[in-house]
C-alpha cells in the first residue's frame, strides 16, 4: 500500500531551471509533510518540512507548496544547481511525537550544465 | 556533535546466516528508528524505540528484532536472511517529527 505517491521517478533540468516534483498522500491523518534529500552512499537529510495549515513554505531556492483539499504537496526547486543532484524524497508522519515517517519512492535529480 | 553514526558501513552475509546493526543517536536524542531502503525505493519503517521497549513496528516479519540500551543506543537483528533482505540500513533519531538519519549500513546476502 503506497500512502504517499511521488512523481516523476527521475527528471533532468538544465542549470538555472525550476525542478518540480509533486506528490500525493491518502491517510488524511497525516499532518507532517517533509522533503528528504539524499546524496549517494548518504542517509537522508532533512531539507524543508511543511503542516497542512500552510499552503506555502519557502527556505532560501526551496518551495513547499500544499493543497490540503487535493491531498497534494509539491517541492521546486529554483534556480537549479549542479549540487542539487541528488534524490528527493516525499514523505508525511502524524505530528505530536515520535513518529514513523512514511516515504514516497523517491525523484532522483540530475541538473547539468 | 557526531550526529547519528551506524556501523558496520558495509555487511556482506549469507542466506540463512543472522546479522546485528548498530546506531548511536544523535546527542540528546532518546527515539530510535529504523528503515529499510531497498534500492531505487524510499526506506521503509520497520520499527521504533523509546525508553528501551518497542513503540511502534512497521510490516516486518518477526526475523526482525531490536533492542535498545540505556544510553539510547541500539541494535537491529535480523535472524534467518533472505536475498531480499539486500539493502541499507538506516538508523534515525529525532526530536518530535524530526527525523535525523545516520549514513546507514550496506547489507549485501549472497
Known amino acids: 500500500q503506497q500512502q504517499v505517491k511521488q512523481s516523476p521517478q527521475s527528471l533532468i533540468v538544465q542549470k538555472g531551471g525550476i525542478s518540480i516534483i509533486n506528490c500525493a498522500y491518502e491517510n488524511t491523518a497525516f499532518d507532517y509533510f517533509p522533503w528528504y534529500q539524499q546524496f549517494p552512499g548518504k542517509g537522508p537529510a532533512l531539507l524543508i518540512a511543511i503542516r497542512p495549515d500552510v ?22 526547486i529554483m534556480d537549479s544547481q549542479p549540487g542539487d543532484s541528488a534524490t528527493y524524497f516525499c514523505a508525511a508522519s502524524l505530528s505530536g ?17 | 556533535d557526531a550526529g547519528v553514526t551506524q556501523s558496520p558501513t558495509h555487511l556482506i552475509k549469507t542466506r540463512g546466516q543472522q546479522v546485528t546493526l548498530r546506531c548511536s543517536p ?18 521503509q519503517f520497520i520499527f521504533q524505540y523509546y525508553e528501551e521497549e518497542e513503540r511502534q513496528r512497521g510490516n516486518f516479519p518477526d526475523r526482525f528484532s ?5 544510553n539510547y543506543s541500539s541494535e537491529l537483528n535480523v535472524n534467518a536472511l533472505l536475498l531480499g533482505d539486500s539493502a541499507l540500513y538506516l538508523c534515525a533519531s529525532g526530536v518530535s517529527e524530526t527525523q535525523y538519519f545516520g549514513p546507514g549500513t550496506r547489507l549485501l546476502v549472497l
Open chain 1, 55 to 76: 499552503s506555502e513554505k519557502k527556505e532560501g531556492r526551496f518551495t513547499i507548496s500544499f493543497n490540503k483539499s487535493a491531498k497534494q504537496f509539491s517541492l521546486h
Open chain 2, 26 to 43: 544523535k546527542s540528546g536524542h532518546d527515539t530510535v528508528s529504523w528503515y529499510q531502503q531497498a534500492l531505487g525505493q524510499g526506506p
Open chain 1, 97 to 113: 511525537g515520535y513518529q514513523k515517517v512514511t516515504f514516497g519512492i523517491g525523484t532522483k535529480l540530475q541538473v547539468i550544465p
Open chain 2, 66 to 70: 531490536g533492542h535498545q540500551f540505556p
